[in-house]
């Protein structure tokens, strides 16, 4: 939305129907912007190349074995890719998270015991995927750690957005939250903090 708001040539690859017809009613003011239906690794490339091709939070969700060789060939000679990923880290209401976790490991399948949030300098880069692609230079790291405050109806319906509580079985998943909602409410009047990092590693096509 921010690059078609500001005038550029947009074509947005996405493979859930309902989805495209959210973000067309975003881009409806943006006439340079189009959405297509289609799983990226499937669609069929214009024979003009992009500038630069960007994955907010999607990339990991695509075939490895085609991820990188497509995203290089959707792309004119020294054109960017540049990949977005964001990360809950350790900060802002500690606490609930390290209580949250017992509800997790109650409800939630195949949850790790006594697991905790990562600081920030623990994430690691995906540097190697671009190395070995051989289709890019070596990227650059930038990243910007933020927060967000949440009431417990915001918190439960952000981790609704989310695939794998989604794919829950529906009596688990409202137990999970029905407990995530009183340990909000309960213990943290009804308001929590998440602390994020975003990284953003952008590489630019070999040739």
């Known amino acids: 939305m921010p690059l078609a708001a500001r005038g550029f040539a947009v074509t947005a690859v996405e493979p ?54 497509k995203a290089a060939e959707a792309l004119r000679a020294r054109g960017a890719l540049a990949v977005f990923s964001t990360h809950h880290i350790a900060g802002g209401s500690d606490e609930f998270f390290a209580q949250v976790q017992q509800c997790y490991e109650r409800y939630y399948p195949n949850t790790e015991p006594g697991q905790r949030l990562p600081v920030s300098d623990e994430i690691p880069d995906d540097s190697e995927e671009f190395h070995r692609s051989a289709r890019f230079s070596p990227p ?26 989604r794919e829950m079985p529906p009596s688990a998943r409202d137990r999970l939250l029905d407990c995530i909602g009183e340990r909000i409410d309960g213990d943290h009047g009804g308001v929590i903090t998440k602390r994020y990092v975003t990284q953003l590693a952008l590489a630019k096509r070999l040739g």
Not at 35 to 50: D, N, R, S, T
Not at 140 to 161: C, N, P, S
């Open 140 to 165: 650059e790291f930038h990243r910007y750690e933020w927060k967000a405050r949440y009431t417990t109806d915001q918190y439960l319906g952000l981790l609704m957005t989310y695939s794998g509580h």
């Open 16 to 69: 859930a129907t309902e989805m495209a017809e959210i973000a067309r009613r975003h881009l409806a003011d943006c006439v340079s912007a189009r959405v297509v239906v289609a799983a990226f690794e499937e669609w069929p490339l214009p024979p003009v190349g992009f500038d630069l091709v960007v994955a907010a939070a999607s990339f990991h969700r695509l075939d490895p074995e085609v991820r990188m060789v």
